[in-house]
């Protein structure tokens, strides 16, 4: 697992601004971690193209990008970040797609003992526990989306000096993972991971819980390879990229929660 997550962190790594010939760069949310790993793969059999990843929080990238940052995709794991910058006028017309909802779990270690996940929030009241890991909601959709179900449940106050704050939701997978959290609140992505579930358990926090995490894409003006993000979009946007990503959690446009 540590060569797992150690993927995950070095794909956190900083971009370099200068594209290639075939090649584009993508910013992605680091829900994404496994999901657009197999589906780049996939892509690059397909059109010859290289997909250079970085993956991180949305809203980190969205700093980047409105600083000139020459991404030619953006997958962001909330769709505001992308509707904002087409706003602003850094987005190529007509690309902004909504691709995915994602779902957020309790996650907790075998190795801890503590109560099952099935028991839900409450259960991070229990003493036992005494971090838990959430990634930035700062900047992190999936932070917002802890603090609003928490809120939701009536537990903030309750656990909030518990909270231990990973820079992004793969980060927050570490933390809990290596033992430096006792649980986690992690996108279901990395949860399905089959290390991770060979690790821990986890349950879902109910959509009704927060704001619906839903997710878009946008090809961006700034990059040097338009065509080639537009590419990489419709293999996201087809039945073989859909599948993808209901593999590892996601609902996709029209289709039902599993």
């Not at 971690?33 to 793969?41: D, P, V, Y």
């Not at 609003?148 to 997978?173: F, P, R, T, W």
């Not at 986690?184 to 821990?200: E, V, Y």
Request: glycine content about 10%; aromatic content about 8%.
């Amino acid at each position: 697992m540590k060569s797992l997550i150690a993927s995950i962190v070095c794909a956190v790594a900083c971009w370099t601004g200068s594209a290639q010939a075939g090649e584009i760069t993508v910013a992605a949310a680091a829900d994404l971690s496994f999901a657009l790993k197999e589906a780049a793969a996939v892509f690059e059999r397909q059109s010859g193209i290289h997909v250079k990843l970085s993956l991180g929080s949305s809203g980190n990238f969205y700093s980047q990008i409105q600083n000139g940052a020459p991404f030619d995709l953006f997958l962001s794991a909330d769709v505001r970040y992308p509707q904002m910058l087409a706003e602003g006028g850094l987005t190529l017309p007509g690309t902004l797609h909504r691709y995915a909802i994602g779902r957020l779990v309790l996650w907790v270690p075998h190795r801890t003992g503590l109560p099952s996940p099935e028991g839900g929030l409450p259960i991070l009241t229990d003493s036992a526990i005494r971090k838990i890991a959430i990634a930035n909601p700062k900047h992190a959709p999936y932070g917002r989306a802890v603090v609003e179900a928490l809120q939701h449940e009536g537990l903030y106050e309750a656990v909030k000096d518990k909270l231990v704050l990973g820079e992004n939701i793969s980060q927050a997978a570490q933390f809990v993972h290596s033992g430096a959290a006792d649980v986690g609140l992690i996108a279901l992505s990395l949860a399905m991971a089959p290390a991770m579930q060979r690790a821990g358990r986890y349950w879902e926090v109910p959509q009704t819980a927060h704001a619906t995490l839903e997710q878009g894409a946008v090809v961006l003006k700034n990059g040097a390879n338009r065509d080639g993000a537009q590419a990489l979009l419709a293999f996201l946007k087809s039945p073989d990229g859909q599948a993808i990503f209901r593999r590892y959690g996601f609902i996709v446009p029209g289709a039902a929660k599993p």
